[in-house]
């Protein structure tokens, strides 16, 4: 057997290993190239978990009818058939890894990219532990592309009719595996001040501040959007008046940022104080866009009450 030849037994393999983990550092880190994304997507969630599963359960060639070193019998399988159950096999990895990822942690993209990226390299490792059991010749390897094509074009009738509705299967459940949980998708605001200890913390806010003078506003934001976001943050002060309603904003602060999906911020501004009022509440208004010109309806909104002495 040539050396090409015995390459190609494991080579799909160890191009699978490194495909997986390209495609799972690729999603999981940050913005990158779009058809880039689509291309990581695709491998991840339809190719690569199934196409490891059908080399764990097929490990011998179609039609050889290898034994294992414990001389059991080896099931085979044709290419086309294989092509079928890598896509249906990779939906159900996906299908069950959002339902563990649902009942623990929430379903997020990073969690989700790393358990199957390992479960895929786990299975890898073990299909050829289990490939290597058989003789050299009776080991599963690629074909050429144009003996693949030609199988499928001259399956008939049910081979064919069932290759079709395992990849309308596998899709469907690709579908729903991946979409994303309602509610899951947000962006987390949060006040700080420093502590005693020089630690940031959401509580100690400053409580006095003098006329016209100005306090210092720290804001905490993290984009769990999945998508990268601009915000558009607007500190405003409102005079609390003496029969308790709130007067009119006065913008004393307005700043942009973009942030990536899992991308967090921490910035500390100052707001001037105007002399309205006894008591001022500041407040951050966010926005996931452009500010409205009138400030209504923020997408989010923190605050805080300051004495005016």
């Known amino acids: 057997m040539s050396d090409r030849s015995t390459s190609r037994m494991g080579g799909d393999l160890g191009l699978l290993a490194v495909g997986t983990i390209l495609a799972g550092a690729l999603l999981a880190g940050p ?39 414990d ?24 299908a069950v890894t959002a339902l ?34 058989l003789p050299p010749k009776e080991r599963v390897q690629l074909p050429p592309i144009a003996d693949t094509v030609r199988g499928i074009r001259t399956s008939k009738g049910r081979p064919a009719a069932l290759m079709l509705a395992l990849v309308v299967l596998a899709a469907t459940v690709v579908v729903v595996g991946v979409a994303p949980v309602g509610g899951e998708s947000y962006t987390e605001v949060s006040l700080l001040s420093e502590s005693e200890n020089g630690a940031l913390v959401a ?19 993290k984009n769990h959007e999945f998508r990268t976001v601009e915000y558009d943050l607007v500190t405003v002060a409102e005079p609390i008046n003496a029969d308790g309603s709130v007067g009119d904003p ?60």
């Open 31 to 69: 913005d990158i190239w779009r058809p880039l994304e689509i291309v990581a997507g695709v491998g991840l969630l339809v190719v690569f978990p199934g196409y490891a599963l059908v080399s764990l359960s097929f490990p011998a060639r179609p039609n050889s009818g290898g034994r294992s070193q």
């Open 71 to 94: 001389s059991s019998p080896k099931l085979t399988v044709g290419w086309p058939a294989r092509i079928g159950l890598t896509v249906l096999l990779s939906g159900l990895v996906v």
């Open 100 to 133: 563990v990822l649902s009942w623990t942690v929430g379903i997020r993209l990073v969690p989700a990219v790393s358990l199957i990226t390992g479960t895929s390299l786990i299975v890898t490792g073990l299909a050829l532990v289990r490939r290597r059991q």
């Open 203 to 221: 509580e100690g806010y400053p409580e006095t501040v003098s006329t016209g003078g100005s306090i210092p506003v720290t804001v905490e934001l």
């Open 250 to 309: 006065i913008r004393v602060d307005t700043f942009e940022r973009e942030l990536a999906h899992g991308e967090e911020l921490v910035v500390e501004r100052s707001a001037s104080v105007p002399d309205r009022g006894d008591q001022v509440r500041i407040s951050v208004l966010v926005f996931e866009g452009e500010a409205t010109e009138s400030l209504a309806d923020p997408d989010h909104r923190v605050q805080f009450l300051v004495t005016v002495t």
